[in-house]
């Protein structure tokens, strides 16, 4: 565990304009801050400065992405301003703790040896930063993941040559997912295409490497397109973790963001690092913001930043066996380029859920909670929920779980024992549907099964 006392991860520059995807970005790496924070914190298995260190992380990227000014207009303005809402309640929620924390030191509480658990009863709860929700940037399924720990585990890099060490040492922190992948191939309901081809490239290939060799050598890189919210990086993230991959995970959009001015030197890094720790897969989100035909518009960061992407491309597979994937995932694959399009051989539609996988996901979400749906309701709530997102459902679904809660007055709901709170039903599903609407439109899903159809793989 680490016990280092840095306060400011010091890796953005807040305050500046940003997008609604920077903004993400900042309050994605204060929850996996805030995260580590409170398993240290909550398990007792830990010092409070331990908990204090990673809070004050949490705090720090949470402080940077508020500061920022962010220049969205529409449905985006309206999404960071809700994030932003979020990322506030958090930002208190975090500093209350650390006081509470450093006022438990101050009393003597940090003496060598003695836990966190051994003196739970000086500490006030940390419930309420549950409540306030400090919640993941993307919908998160009901399993409860192990925290991640940005510091465990991470792969020496100072002997590697030619590359910039400190960067490299920014992206194993804030790129590459150090072990706590945790989504297996059972997680990801349907897609059984995308998982067969995936295995294809990448599981069977490390199984048999001298089969797929020559012709049979594996493609290097893979497009996962479709409407939001279906499960692409789910996707990526499984096939990292069934293959023991490194896991390097960017959203392109923050190449120029985030990252400003280091974009062109974080893609050679980041390809250098991958091909010295394969097998790995890099996982571009949004590549339309990098790779797309916008010619004469682009601006010369961005266009510096594509040509080392693929430049690096190509080069990444000198030897025979080298087991780098590259997976790009879209909403907008008609904006790609013919030199991106050439490199992503398989081109695979990532479709809105059909009716059994909205049944098997519903399933899969109320599974956990007492509820009362027969497998009939279960069919009907299935057909009636034609249109929405896999996180639509789980949307739907968190929303519904609230309903037997909501009719509760304030003084029973502080009382009730949890076992008595009456299972969800259909009914709270039907209420949950007046607000929880489907959010893909109709006219994206024509425009990506028309290029499905024309470029997509079905094989
Ligand atoms: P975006 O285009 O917005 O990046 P995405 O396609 O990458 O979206 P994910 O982030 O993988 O979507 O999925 C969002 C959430 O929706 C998941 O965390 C999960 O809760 C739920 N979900 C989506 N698809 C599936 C699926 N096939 N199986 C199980 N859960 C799913």
Same mark, same amino acid.
């Given at each position: 565990?680490?016990?280092?006392?840095?306060?400011?991860?010091?890796?953005?520059?807040? @305050?500046?304009?940003?997008?609604?995807?920077?903004?993400?970005?900042?309050?994605?790496?204060?929850?996996?801050?805030?995260?580590?924070?409170?398993?240290?914190?909550?398990?007792? =298995?830990?010092?409070?400065?331990?908990?204090?260190?990673?809070?004050?992380?949490?705090?720090?990227?949470?402080?940077?992405?508020?500061?920022?000014?962010?220049?969205?207009?529409?449905?985006?303005?309206?999404?960071?301003?809700?994030?932003?809402?979020?990322?506030?309640?958090?930002?208190?929620?975090?500093?209350?703790?650390?006081?509470?924390?450093?006022?438990?030191?101050?009393?003597?509480?940090?003496?060598?040896?003695?836990?966190?658990?051994?003196?739970?009863?000086?500490?006030?709860?940390?419930? !309420?930063?549950?409540?306030?929700?400090?919640?993941?940037?993307?919908?998160?399924?009901?399993?409860?993941?192990? *925290?991640?720990?940005?510091?465990?585990?991470?792969?020496?890099?100072?002997? %590697?040559?030619?590359?910039?060490?400190?960067?490299?040492?920014? %992206?194993?922190?804030?790129?590459?997912?150090?072990?706590?992948?945790?989504?297996?191939?059972?997680?990801?309901? @349907?897609?059984?295409?995308?998982?067969?081809?995936?295995?294809?490239?990448?599981?069977?290939? *490390?199984?048999?490497?001298?089969?797929?060799?020559?012709?049979?050598?594996?493609?290097?890189?893979?497009?996962?397109?479709?409407?939001?919210?279906?499960?692409?990086?789910?996707?990526?993230?499984?096939?990292?973790?069934?293959?023991?991959? =490194?896991?390097?995970?960017?959203?392109?959009?923050?190449?120029?963001?985030?990252?400003?001015?280091?974009?062109?030197?974080?893609?050679?890094?980041?390809?250098?690092? *991958?091909?010295?720790?394969?097998?790995?897969?890099?996982?571009?989100?949004?590549?339309?913001?990098?790779?797309?035909?916008?010619? @004469?518009?682009?601006?010369?960061?961005?266009?510096?930043?594509?040509?080392?992407?693929?430049?690096?491309?190509?080069?990444?597979?000198?030897?025979?066996?080298?087991?780098?994937?590259?997976?790009?995932?879209?909403?907008?694959?008609?904006?790609?380029?013919?030199?991106?399009?050439?490199?992503?051989?398989?081109?695979?539609?990532?479709?809105?859920?059909?009716?059994?996988?909205? =049944?098997?996901?519903?399933?899969?979400?109320?599974?956990?909670?007492?509820?009362?749906?027969?497998?009939?309701?279960?069919?009907?709530?299935?057909?009636?929920?034609?249109?929405?997102?896999? !996180?639509?459902?789980?949307?739907?679904?968190?929303?519904?779980?609230?309903?037997?809660?909501?009719?509760?007055?304030?003084?029973?709901?502080?009382?009730?024992?949890?076992?008595?709170?009456?299972?969800?039903?259909?009914?709270?599903?039907?209420?949950?549907?007046?607000?929880?609407?489907? !959010?893909?439109?109709?006219?994206?899903?024509?425009?990506?099964?028309?290029?499905?159809?024309?470029?997509?793989?079905?094989?």
């Amino acid at each position: 565990m680490a016990t280092g006392t840095s306060v400011s991860p010091g890796r953005s520059r807040g @305050g500046g304009p940003a997008s609604y995807l920077a903004l993400r970005e900042y309050h994605k790496r204060a929850y996996d801050f805030l995260s580590v924070a409170l398993e240290i914190d909550e398990s007792g =298995k830990g010092e409070p400065t331990d908990a204090i260190d990673y809070y004050s992380r949490g705090v720090a990227a949470l402080e940077e992405g508020i500061a920022c000014d962010v220049y969205e207009v529409g449905e985006d303005q309206e999404k960071a301003e809700k994030l932003k809402e979020r990322m506030i309640s958090n930002l208190e929620m975090a500093r209350d703790r650390v006081n509470v924390l450093r006022e438990f030191i101050l009393q003597g509480g940090a003496l060598k040896g003695v836990s966190l658990e051994a003196k739970r009863p000086h500490l006030q709860p940390t419930a !309420s930063l549950r409540v306030h929700k400090i919640t993941p940037p993307r919908e998160p399924t009901n399993k409860k993941k192990p *925290a991640k720990n940005p510091v465990m585990g991470k792969p020496r890099v100072s002997h %590697i040559k030619g590359i910039d060490h400190q960067l490299a040492d920014k %992206i194993l922190d804030e790129i590459v997912d150090q072990g706590e992948l945790t989504v297996t191939w059972d997680d990801v309901v @349907g897609l059984e295409l995308p998982k067969r081809t995936l295995q294809e490239i990448v599981i069977l290939p *490390a199984l048999r490497p001298e089969l797929f060799t020559g012709l049979r050598s594996p493609a290097r890189g893979m497009l996962l397109f479709g409407p939001p919210g279906n499960g692409k990086t789910m996707l990526a993230k499984a096939v990292a973790h069934e293959s023991q991959a =490194k896991f390097f995970n960017i959203s392109a959009a923050s190449l120029t963001s985030k990252w400003v001015g280091d974009g062109e030197k974080l893609v050679k890094t980041m390809f250098a690092l *991958a091909r010295e720790l394969q097998p790995s897969i890099i996982f571009l989100d949004e590549v339309d913001a990098l790779l797309s035909k916008r010619g @004469g518009s682009e601006h010369d960061a961005m266009r510096r930043i594509k040509n080392e992407f693929l430049q690096s491309f190509d080069g990444m597979h000198t030897q025979e066996g080298e087991r780098i994937l590259v997976m790009a995932a879209t909403n907008r694959p008609q904006e790609l380029d013919d030199a991106a399009l050439r490199r992503f051989e398989k081109r695979i539609y990532i479709p809105l859920p059909g009716k059994e996988a909205r =049944k098997s996901v519903l399933r899969k979400l109320i599974s956990k909670h007492h509820n009362l749906l027969s497998e009939d309701q279960l069919n009907k709530l299935a057909s009636m929920t034609d249109g929405y997102s896999g !996180s639509d459902l789980t949307a739907l679904a968190k929303d519904a779980s609230l309903g037997p809660i909501r009719e509760l007055d304030f003084n029973a709901l502080k009382s009730v024992p949890a076992n008595q709170v009456r299972p969800i039903g259909l009914n709270d599903f039907q209420l949950s549907m007046r607000t929880i609407r489907p !959010s893909v439109a109709k006219d994206l899903i024509t425009t990506l099964e028309q290029w499905n159809t024309l470029y997509g793989v079905s094989s």
